[in-house]
């Protein structure tokens, strides 16, 4: 995933939760903790889904070998005030408003999924609770790379088999 995309999730996530961008942070930062109510955002498992594709670029022997990548993205939201789980809710549903699905086309990348919404409270002393949501979010996205391909230039068919010989004797460029 390239930081432009990283950037963009991190930005529609602040976006559809109702928070300033400084109240979404990646997780597991070296950081002081942000005031509530934040979100954190993980992504923590991606793999290729299926054979690379390769596209022609601009130039003579470059290639731009595109393979199809599936990444878990962890969103959770603490709050102390109201219920974060509402929250999470109004921003899933929020990701498969057309606006929003051509928004995130223009980057290339695709929320096609979404893991069970969980309210996970967790009591802070004998009286108070930290109000918790946490959800998985499916995205795509293209990992990209480049590589020159050489061109075959020539064939030569001489033919000679390892059991015969052919009756022909061919030679193209």
């Known amino acids: 995933m390239t930081s432009t995309q990283r ?13 300033g961008k400084n109240k979404v942070v990646w997780a597991n930062q070296n950081m002081p903790k ?17 054979h690379e ?12 070998v595109l393979t199809p990548i599936d990444a878990y993205l962890e969103v959770q939201l603490y709050d102390d005030a109201t219920s974060p789980y509402e929250q999470m809710e109004a921003m899933v549903q929020s990701l498969w408003r057309p606006t929003i699905t051509d928004r995130c086309a223009a980057v ?3 929320f096609f999924d979404v893991g069970d919404i969980l309210q996970m409270d967790a009591p802070l002393d004998n009286t108070r609770y930290e109000h918790r949501a946490v959800v998985d979010l499916n995205v795509r ?5 480049t590589d020159v391909i050489e061109p075959i230039t020539e064939i030569v068919i001489d033919g000679r088999t390892a059991d015969r010989s052919l ?4 030679k193209s460029e």
């Open 53 to 64: 594709e390769i596209r022609k670029a601009d130039k003579s022997d470059v290639y731009r």
């Open 167 to 170: 009756p022909i004797d061919v």
């Open 141 to 145: 996205y293209h990992r990209i790379v």
């Open 7 to 19: 950037k963009f999730i991190h930005d529609l996530m602040a976006e559809l939760l109702g928070l």
């Open 108 to 110: 290339r990348i695709a």
């Open 34 to 50: 942000p005031g509530k109510p934040f979100a954190t955002l993980r992504l923590y498992s991606s793999k290729g889904q299926a």
